[in-house]
């Protein structure tokens, strides 16, 4: 059962957010402008990334399966984001918003969640330095792949924000092959 549900979840074709790369990249990230669009959430504290991720992957599979107030199954999207607000410490927990991307044909109008941990977040459009990465991910690969990120940043002199982040997949845990895994950084707006 579990195979089928990943492969019926997680095909190539799952619509992504739409953005627009900036036509001078990085060596090693691209520079990628996403509209504004809604996205279908959920925010968890936790010391740990997986099990967050984990929680909130399941509320938010629950609400596309048509736990929401139409009955309405939605379609899965990719990526999974996963924003990380770091906690103020070592052993302090940090906050985990997990979401995926509401489909085009409910983008105007998508349907309340029954969950009361899962809300409607309606993203403004923002800028994302973005590193792109292969293979399984786990916390210890999205914390390399983010130190490697922020390091190109700092060589090439460009302003970011360092907090929060975000960690991406596009991949059902089924998929062995090709994975596709990203780290975001956002652009730090000039004033």
Known sequence: MFKAVGQALFSTGLQNPKFTAAEKQGQDYEIRTYHATKWVSTTLSSMQWDPALNTGFRRLFSYIQGNNKNKVKVEM????????????????????????????????????????????????????????????????????????????????????????????GYDSPFKLTNRRNEVWVLKKEQE
Do not use: M, W
């Open 77 to 168: 999207t990719a990526p999974v984001t996963c924003r990380v607000d770091p906690g103020a410490g070592p052993a302090c927990e940090s906050q985990f918003t997990v979401s995926f991307y509401i489909p085009e044909e409910h983008q105007d109008n998508p349907p309340e969640p029954s969950d009361p941990e899962v809300f409607l977040e309606n993203r403004e459009e923002f800028t994302a330095y973005v590193r792109t990465y292969g293979g399984f991910s786990n916390e210890n690969i999205k914390r390399q792949e983010l130190l490697k990120l922020l390091e190109s940043l700092k060589r090439d002199g460009v302003p970011f924000v360092d907090k929060p982040f975000y960690a991406c």
